[in-house]
Nanobody, 123 residues
Framework: QVQLVESGGGLVQAGGSLRLSCAAS????????MGWFRQAPGKEREFVAV???????RYANSVKGRFTISRDNAKNLVYLQMNNLKAEDTAVYYC?????????????????WGQGTQVTVSS
C-alpha cells in the first residue's frame, strides 16, 4: 500500500527558508508523478508544484522563483525547497502522488496523499 510521509515543516521568519521532504513506500518517485499542495485554514487546497518522471516540473505562479521541487530517486524522496518565504505561504503542506504522465495541478488527479506538515511564516 502506498504511504506518503511529509517532514520538514516548522516556524520560520519571513524571508527565511525551509525544505520539506516526502518519503514514499511502494510507489517510487521514479515512476510516479509527485506534487506538493497546501491548504490554509478556511481555504481550498491549492497546487504548489509538481515533478514527473524525467524531472519536468511545473509551479504555481505564486511560488515561481521562490520554491523548487526536486527528487532523489535512489532514496525515494521528493523535496520542496522554499526560499524567501512570505506570510501567505503559511499552510499545511501535503505531498501527493499521481499516476498521470502529464503535470497535474488539480487534487482530483492525485490518488495518494500524505498527512501534511505545518509551515508557519511569521512577519
Amino acid at each position: 500500500q502506498v504511504q506518503l510521509v511529509e517532514s520538514g515543516g516548522g516556524l520560520v521568519q519571513a524571508g527565511g527558508s525551509l525544505r520539506l521532504s516526502c518519503a514514499a513506500s511502494a510507489c517510487t518517485f521514479i515512476t510516479c508523478t509527485m506534487g506538493w499542495f497546501r491548504q490554509a485554514p478556511g481555504k481550498e487546497r491549492e497546487f504548489v508544484a509538481v515533478i514527473r518522471p524525467g524531472d519536468s516540473t511545473r509551479y504555481a505562479n505564486s511560488v515561481k522563483g521562490r520554491f523548487t521541487i526536486s527528487r532523489d530517486n535512489a532514496k525515494n524522496l521528493v523535496y520542496l525547497q522554499m526560499n524567501n518565504l512570505k506570510a501567505e505561504d503559511t499552510a499545511v503542506y501535503y505531498c501527493a502522488a499521481s499516476s498521470f504522465a502529464h503535470l497535474p495541478q488539480t487534487t482530483g488527479e492525485y490518488n495518494y496523499w500524505g498527512q501534511g506538515t505545518q509551515v508557519t511564516v511569521s512577519s
